[in-house]
Structure formats: structure tokens, C-alpha cells
């Protein structure tokens, strides 16, 4: 049976909401070709093409290739920002998930957006007032550079490259089952595209595409679940019934606790999305590319409200799903005597809910847009991550670490350019490896870092005055360490991937455990720091925290 795992397992690794291509794609069949999804995603290809040409004659300075040249107003970045936020795994794998538990999957929808009032009221404006272009620049400002730098890098690098690995495999499979193109041509389309947005137009190229791609998704869901609505008189409590009636479970699909029944694992989960999102480089990235404190403030504000309206229409295509499909055999592969298990037997897996209603509600048209703007969402937040790590290696390790800032711009920007061109085929050879491979355990491992080495460093140097460059480093690393240990002896990866009888650490989320080791190390570590140059950087932090909360001396929009 043909079976697309694009979203979060119900009960396994950490998901994120910045996913695009999630947990074990299972074995997935060439499908048909399909025209209509293969000619508007070639549209989307163009009208993007088009803005990166455009782009790339106005990218002349580092500021331009990096933060747009700090120019993207605050509702074209809140676009950006939710366009890098709301993946396919978001729209296929959370409807997936309230076809098959119900009212439970709304744990995930909501789970995903609390991690924004951390960024708003936490990161947004003190990022912005610190930083230039990473977050490392922010971690470093009164830290040690070398140190500092080669730690958020690392954190960085690492949360790429396994979102790479993982999105480049979700695009192959998604690709194979929806537009009928094989596997290897999907990855080479992919990362090609990825690699010119990011060399040829940088974030300028990369922002239009994921506000197109925000604007995409967003009225397409809204037609679709406005579409279900219209069917039952606009009165959810009408969908809810009939819902109930078709579903197995029967009334147990309105209550709580069969999705995430493990408190310590439930507890973990929400941790990890809360203080992962704030951990993440490329939606870091972001808050750089506005004119001040001010307008990232706003980008958080508006973009919220976006991702907030998102996951309620996910919400509502699930239960629209198991009104609108169960009771339809079209939509499943048929046993003996035109049997079928509701929850099991859908074409193309529980995933592929949103993609089959879109059919039921729209007609082939409205199918292959809904699959073109899948794929369109995975090649937008590939840009992104691919964004993130050319900067990491040109603006943080090179230009910082290993030049010590004795490089022009246009050599740094060179470099960046170059390596988005080698990330790029990287991530192409990887997903091809990887096209077996079950590659859960990769998203996990990416978001747990997110949130067990990038944000307890972030948010230890910017908000307490005790923060010593031993300190940040030491938590950061053990908070890495800790993170990628405890996913690889989770099961997820020691039984299901590894083979093994039973797993060595207990819970598939490891977020509650890591990132209270990586403060608690970060303190210890500070605090026993004695040396002159600790000394120094506790002095320093009047002069960040004034900073940070005023922008006084921080950089303003690029002049061109």
C-alpha cells in the first residue's frame, strides 16, 4: 500500500512546525503523472525564477545577499516568516493526524504556535538591535568571538543539515506519489532550484518565494476548508456530528489523551516546540532582514496571527476529511468484496487527507494545485535552511573565525554563494542515500538541537549579566551532545532504525531533559568562571542590555 508519513508520528520524534518533509516516507509508488499539479507548479517555478533575477541585479553587498539590506517591511516578513513556518508537514501530517485521533491532533496544532510568544517577547527585538545578520552575532556580542561563533555555527549547521536530509527525501516521495515524476528527478529539481534562489538572489529571492508560497498555501486551505464548512451549513458542531458517525472511534475522536497518553512525553513535546522554534537559524535569520526593533516586533505580531488562522483551517480539513472521505470507497484501496479499514487503507496513507479532500471539494484542478503548493512549500523552506548554512560557514565561521575579519564583502558574499551551490548538491546526494532510509529520527534530532544548544546559548547571552563565554560554549556543547545522544538511544532510532530489542533512553522527545542540562551547565560554568576576561564580559552587559532594549548603535535598513 502506498503510504506517505509526510507529517508527525503520532507519538514519536519531536516534531517541529518549520517541518516540510517529516518522519519515515514508508514505500511510496510512482503515480500517474499529473498535468494540472506538474503546469502550476512550473508557473510557481517561473513567476519565483522571474523575482530572483530581479533580485540578483539589486544584491550587491553583504547586507543585501544576507538581510535583504534590511529593507522587508513588517507585513511582507510576517508573509516570510509564516511561509518559512508552515510546512507540508503542517497541512498534510496535522490533518492526517485529526483524521485519525480527532479532536487529539489539535495538541500538535496548537503546540506549534506557542513557541511564537518566546520569540516576541523574548528574541524578536533584542535580535534584531543586537545583530546584523545570524544569531550568532547576537550570542557574541560581548562574548568571545571565536568561541561563540564556532558553537552557533556548529548548532546551526548541524539543525540544517538534518532538515536538509529529511525535506530533500519528503520532496522525492511527495513528488513520486502526487506528480508522477521518479524519485531521483524530484531531488535534482529540488535542490537545483534551491541552489539558484539562494546563489543567485539571496534573501531577497529567498523572502518572495516564501511569501508567494505563504499566500499559496494560505488561500488554499482557506478555499478548502471553507469548502467543508459550506457543506454543513458553516456550523462546525453539524461537521462534528457527522463526523462522528462515520468515524471508527465513534464519540472517542472529541476527547483527549489516545494521541500523547505519557505525561513526561506530552510535557517534553510541548517544551520542544515552545523553545525549539526559538532555536531555529532560518527563522532566526528573519529578523534581520526588517528595519528596526520596531517592525521585527510587528513581523512576530502579524505572523502569529497567520500561523495561528493556518493550523485552525488544518483543523477543519481533518474532520472535513473524515466526513467528506470515509464514507467514500474512491478514496481507498478496496479488499475483498469492496472492504476497506477507514484509517488504514486511504490511498497514499492517512497523509494524503488534505490532497484527497482537496478531489472531493474541488474537482483534478483543485487537487493539482493543492499538490503543487506541497511541493512549492517544501522548496520554500529549503531555501531558507540552505540560506542559514552558507551564512553560517561565510559570515560566522570564515569571515569571523578564520579571516578574524580581514575579508572584503564581496569576497565573503562569494563565498556564501559558493557554499549554498555545494549545500545544495549535498542535500541532493543525501536525499538520494537517504531515499530508504527512515529518516524520523533526523527531524527530531534537528529540532531537539534548536532547542538544547542555539536557544540556551541565545538566550543565556543576551539576558543574564553572569553569561561567560566558558559558560555559553560549555552548555552549548553539552546541550548538543546531550540532545543527539538521547535521540540516537530513543527508539526511534536504536530500535526502529538501529534494530536493537528495547531503547536505552525511555521518551522519543528528549527537549525536556537536554535543555535544562544546557542551562544549568551554562550557569555552573559561569559562575565558577573566575578569569580576568569574565570579568570583562559581565561588564559589557550594561552596554549589550542598553542596546538591546533601546537599538541605540544598531544598524538601520541598507542605503542602496
Known amino acids: 500500500m502506498n503510504r506517505l508519513l509526510l507529517g508527525l508520528p503520532l507519538a514519536a520524534v519531536a516534531a517541529s512546525a518549520a517541518y516540510a518533509a517529516g518522519p519515515d ?15 502550476m507548479f512550473l508557473f510557481f ?10 533580485a540578483a541585479k539589486g544584491t550587491k553587498s553583504a547586507a543585501d545577499f544576507y538581510a535583504a539590506g534590511g529593507g522587508i517591511s513588517a507585513g511582507t516578513n510576517s508573509l516570510a516568516i509564516a511561509g518559512d513556518y508552515m510546512s507540508a508537514a503542517s497541512f498534510l501530517g496535522i490533518s492526517g493526524l485529526v483524521y485519525t485521533s480527532g479532536f487529539d491532533g489539535l495538541i500538535y496544532s496548537t503546540g506549534f504556535l506557542v513557541g511564537w510568544p518566546i ?11 543586537l545583530g546584523k545578520f545570524t544569531f550568532a552575532d547576537v550570542a557574541s556580542f560581548r562574548l568571545d568571538q571565536t568561541s561563540i561563533r564556532i558553537i552557533s555555527a556548529v548548532g546551526t549547521l548541524v539543525v540544517v543539515a538534518f532538515y536538509l536530509i529529511a525535506q530533500m527525501v519528503g520532496a522525492g516521495k511527495l513528488i513520486q506519489l502526487l506528480f508522477g515524476l521518479p524519485y531521483l528527478y524530484a531531488v535534482i529539481i529540488v535542490g537545483v532550484l534551491m541552489i539558484v534562489y539562494v546563489a543567485f538572489g539571496g534573501m531577497k529571492a529567498t523572502t518572495w518565494v516564501q511569501v508567494i508560497k505563504a499566500c ?3 488561500g488554499g486551505a482557506t478555499f478548502m476548508a471553507g469548502a467543508v464548512l459550506f457543506k454543513y451549513g458553516f456550523n462546525p458542531e453539524t461537521l462534528f456530528a457527522a463526523s462522528v458517525q462515520v468515524h471508527p472511534k465513534g464519540d472517542a475522536i472529541m476527547a483527549p489523551g489516545g494521541l500523547v497518553s505519557n505525561p513526561v512525553e506530552a510535557l517534553s513535546l510541548g517544551v520542544g516546540l515552545m523553545f525549539g522554534t526559538a532555536g531555529l537559524p532560518h527563522i532566526l535569520m528573519r529578523f534581520f532582514t526588517v528595519s528596526d526593533a520596531q517592525a521585527a516586533r510587528k513581523s512576530v505580531f502579524y505572523a502569529t496571527g497567520l500561523i ?4 485552525i483551517l488544518t483543523f477543519i480539513i481533518g474532520f472535513g476529511g473524515i466526513a467528506l472521505l470515509m464514507s467514500d470507497p474512491i478514496y481507498f484501496k478496496l479488499g475483498p468484496a469492496g472492504a476497506f479499514d477507514k484509517l488504514k487503507d486511504m490511498i497514499g496513507g492517512t497523509n494524503m487527507v488534505a490532497v484527497n479532500l482537496a478531489n472531493a471539494v474541488g474537482g483534478p484542478y483543485f487537487l493539482g494545485f493543492i499538490s503543487a503548493v506541497a511541493f512549492a512549500t517544501i522548496l ?3 531555501a531558507g535552511l540552505t540560506l542559514a548554512g552558507a551564512s553560517a560557514i561565510s559570515h560566522d565561521l570564515y569571515a569571523q573565525v578564520i579571516a578574524r575579519g580581514r575579508t572584503t564583502e564581496k569576497h565573503e558574499v562569494n563565498l556564501s554563494k559558493i557554499s549554498a551551490v555545494v549545500i545544495g548538491i549535498v542535500a541532493i546526494y543525501l536525499g538520494y542515500v537517504f531515499e530508504n532510509q527512515n529518516v524520523a529520527f533526523m527531524v527530531g534530532l534537528a529540532f531537539a538541537v534548536a532547542a538544547s544548544c542555539n536557544f540556551p546559548v541565545l538566550a543565556m547571552s543576551i539576558l543574564w549579566r553572569g553569561t561567560t563565554t566558558w559558560g555559553a560554549l560549555a552548555g552549548g556543547l553539552v546541550g548538543l551532545l546531550a540532545a543527539v545522544t538521547m535521540v540516537v538511544l530513543s527508539k526511534a532510532v536504536w530500535v526502529t532504525t538501529l534494530g536493537n530489542p528495547a531503547p536505552l533512553f525511555p521518551y ?5 531533559f537536554s535543555m535544562p542540562l544546557a542551562f544549568a551547565t551554562i550557569w555552573v560554568v559561569s559562575l565558577l568562571d573566575k578569569s580576568r576576561r569574565a570579568q570583562r564580559e ?6 549589550q542590555y542598553v542596546r538591546s532594549e533601546t537599538g541605540i548603535g544598531a544598524a538601520g535598513a541598507h542605503a542602496h
Open 538 to 543: 559581565r561588564a559589557a552587559f550594561e552596554a
Open 380 to 382: 520554500a523552506v529549503v
Open 216 to 218: 499559496l498555501l494560505l
Open 45 to 54: 517555478v517561473l513567476l519565483t525564477l522571474g523575482i530572483t533575477y530581479k
Open 508 to 512: 522519543d522527545n528528549p527537549a525536556l
Open 308 to 311: 495561528g488562522y493556518f493550523y
Open 25 to 39: 516516507l514508508g514505500a511510496v509508488q510512482q503515480s500517474a503523472t499529473n498535468w494540472p499539479a506538474i503546469l
Open 119 to 129: 520569540v516576541l517577547f523574548l528574541i524578536a527585538e533584542r535580535l534584531r538591535n
